[in-house]
């Protein structure tokens, strides 16, 4: 036995565990509580008052590397995932050269092994560079370790290309995520398009842009019979759009962001950059509907989509800036904050970022029990602290929540039985 | 009397007192522009710039004259969006310009925002001369003083505003600026140039010129820019013309005595016709006039405030 996890209210959301126990690991390995109470050599964490569950998965998020590695690389970002609670993250093929052949892909995992923080894996780009015009190499790159296949930060513009790429991609058993964007409709716009967007005179991008693919891409899923998922859902209608096809029984999973349940574009009337997101931050009455579809169930996941970007790009006219958000060590205080207003219960909360997101990848749901990689993270749920661009380890400052005061922040993760330490 | 704030961004930051007293200032100085020697010694020794990123004439000369005749001095840096191109980023040129010690610079940009960006990073005043389609308050505040001037009142004043208001800043300027001295405002255009939840601000919407130009005090033509037949937004100038111009004939649904305004550049014939432009109502010329005044207002009003008056 190497580390033992005491006393901590063990949330298992794979098997409904809610409970004060001790974990026991071995390696990198969770295993049965030993018959004797002999514990000598063992490290022992005191997890008193802390919640203890599986390693948090993020399904979406940009680790810039190999390309723009000023903004972000593999050891900073998976240092920044771990810190936020993480031992999963699945990284976005926009990169330089694009993430769309198994080269590419090999270089990834092999500097998320040398970084040693968390696991990657990659998510590889369902064309050719993105480019929307050829299949990429998808079963090449499945089996050098990519999980799903995306063009996230651009939309399969050819419904038949989207067709071909859900069928091919169900050949290899691997879901395909879907950044769900009409580019006509989208085109030149920084903000949602509403009230505020007129009031400031800035170019929106409306709901429509988003929820028309949307329901292109369900209709493909259901003629596909393929695993569809759809990436950082931000709008009422998208949820409504999701919810009506599970009801059908289409194979579709839907995940959102923080940012989406917790902003909305009143906050960019300061002109305010780092508010700058694609999908744009919405209203009111979209962020309530995300909230009710966290809580119903149409949302099964929460992903981070960590879009870290350097000062320079961001300090600049808004239509100048790049879009997105540093987000992987806020996601998990951001999401408590609908645990400690009961929202949502706190097992199903971390369901959408354990289990849940898998399942939606076609994975072994994590768990706790005997047997299981000890991929663990404590979460303290009283803490407080106050996000500032400084506290983060990501190379990408770029926080949309700087002086938010978050309760609920992770106190360690332990990714192979290692406990991660992210103290620069 | 001053105001108090370092800059001037937009309509939607001034409370009505504030434009009151704008407006006030500017009728004590238009007298100026009168005089033989068409100059105050105010601002002696102050150092403003007009930083223009995207090309004008009518603007930049008034704020340039308005500068002068407060005794300002003044240059002109007329810059491409394409500095940041070179590498030269909105912030880093106007850091540059700072660090030659200016009191007070004047902005015109391309993009909606960038003067606000600008004023929080730097210590001189800033005022907004047209960002995007976000404001262009001077404009604004021009057009309602030269409807106090001619009207003597704008409380309860129809006011409708007509053409392009989706790409417009004077328009969004002009509806903030008369919503708060209390006249009623009308927006009208084809539906592809109406901005989304536009009545939010404050304002009725109207598809026919005639609807909205029904009883109107004041008719603000907008000017439209024909390259924006080409993204869809209409089929071209003829039907603009004919369903949206301002012609003798809708003019006469208007209230007798009804005032013609347009902030120019104005497109004869495609969105005004030259009977009306060159015609009795027509105060085109007037705003021109009026804005070195209001200008000079604007200019003073915050250097005073920061005590370098």
Not at chain 1, 128 to 151: N, Q, R, W
Not at chain 1, 262 to 268: A, M, R
């Amino acid at each position: 036995m190497t580390l033992i996890i005491k006393g901590g209210r063990v949330i298992d959301p794979a098997n409904g565990t809610d409970g004060i126990r001790d974990i026991y690991i071995e390696g990198d390995k969770i295993i049965q509580p030993p018959k004797t109470k002999k514990t000598s050599g063992a490290e022992v964490i005191d997890a008193r008052g802390l919640i203890v569950a599986p390693g948090l998965i993020d399904m979406h998020c940009h680790l810039r590397e190999p390309g723009f590695e000023y903004k972000e690389d593999i050891a900073s970002g998976t240092r920044a995932a771990a810190a936020g609670g993480f031992t999963t993250v699945c990284c976005m093929p926009n990169t330089n050269p694009v993430n769309d052949s198994r080269p590419v892909a090999e270089f990834i995992t092999g500097q998320a092994k040398k970084a040693g923080f968390c696991k990657v894996l990659p998510i590889g780009a369902i064309t050719k560079g993105s480019m929307g015009t050829e299949l990429a190499e998808i079963g090449e790159m499945a089996e050098a370790g990519c999980i799903g296949f995306s063009d996230d930060g651009k939309p399969v513009v050819n419904a038949e290309m989207m067709r071909h790429a859900l069928e091919y991609a169900k050949t290899f058993d691997r879901t395909i995520i879907s950044h769900c964007e009409e580019p006509a409709l989208s085109a030149g716009g920084v903000m949602n398009e509403g009230a505020v967007s007129t009031r400031l005179g800035l170019r929106g991008i409306p709901a429509a842009a988003e929820e028309v693919m949307v329901a292109r891409d369900i209709s493909l899923a259901r003629l596909a019979g393929a695993r569809l998922h759809i990436a950082h859902v931000s709008t009422a209608g998208s949820v409504e759009l999701i919810r009506r096809a599970k009801a059908d029984g289409i194979n579709v999973t839907a995940e959102t962001c923080p940012h989406y349940f917790t902003l909305t574009d009143e906050g960019v009337m300061s002109y305010n950059t780092y508010l700058k997101v694609n999908p744009p931050l919405r209203t009111e009455a979209d962020r309530k509907a995300i909230i009710e579809g966290l809580k119903d169930g149409t949302i099964d996941v929460i992903a981070t989509d960590h879009a870290p970007h350097a000062a320079s790009e961001k300090d600049v006219e808004f239509d100048l800036a790049p879009f997105g958000i540093s987000g992987l060590e806020t996601a998990l205080a951001l999401a408590m904050a609908l645990a400690h207003s009961g929202l949502i219960p706190m097992a199903e909360l971390l369901r959408k970022f354990t289990v849940n997101p898998a399942m939606a990848l076609g994975m072994a749901p994590p768990s706790l029990l005997p047997g299981a990689p000890a991929d663990i993270v404590l979460i303290d749920p009283e803490t407080e602290k106050t996000v500032r661009p400084e506290i983060l380890l990501s190379k990408g400052k770029n926080t949309a929540f700087s002086g938010l005061v978050l309760k609920g922040w992770p106190a360690a993760t332990i990714n192979e039985g290692k406990k991660i330490e992210f103290k620069l | 009397m001053a105001l108090k704030k370092k800059d001037l961004l937009g309509i939607d930051y001034l409370e009505r007192a504030e434009i009151e007293e704008i407006i006030s200032t500017a009728e004590s100085f238009k007298e100026v522009s009168t005089r033989d020697i068409k100059k105050v010694p105010a601002l002696r020794g102050r150092t403003i710039v007009n930083l223009f990123f995207e090309p004008s004439t009518r603007t930049r000369t008034s704020f340039e004259l308005a500068a002068k005749r407060l005794s300002a001095d003044i240059i002109n840096i007329s810059s491409s969006t394409s500095s940041v191109v070179k590498g030269e980023t909105l912030l880093d040129t106007a850091r540059n310009i700072e660090a030659m010690s200016s009191d007070m610079i004047i902005v015109r940009h391309s993009m909606s925002g960038a003067p606000i960006i600008l004023a929080r990073a730097l210590k001189s005043s800033v005022i907004n001369a047209g960002d995007g389609a976000h404001e262009h308050p001077s404009q604004a505040l021009l057009d309602l003083f030269t409807i106090k001037e001619r009207l003597g009142k704008v409380e309860g004043l129809n006011i409708a505003i007509i053409g392009d208001i989706a790409h417009s800043r004077v328009a969004r300027s002009n509806i903030l600026c008369l919503n708060k001295m209390g006249a009623n405002v009308r927006i009208c255009g084809p539906a592809t140039l109406i901005p989304a939840d536009i009545e939010k601000m404050g304002v009725k919407v109207y598809f026919r010129p005639e609807d909205a130009i029904d009883g109107a005090d004041v008719v603000m033509m907008l000017r439209i820019q024909v390259e924006r037949q080409k993204s869809g937004l209409f089929p071209g100038v003829r039907e603009y013309s004919r369903f949206f111009g301002l012609n003798l004939e809708r003019v006469r649904l208007a209230k007798e005595g009804v005032l013609i305004m347009h902030p120019g550049p104005i497109n004869r014939g495609v969105e005004i016709s030259p009977e009306v432009a060159d015609g009795p109502y027509s105060v085109i010329l007037d705003q021109v006039t009026n804005g070195v005044a209001v200008r000079m207002a604007i200019i003073y009003l915050l250097a005073e405030g920061r005590g370098t008056a």
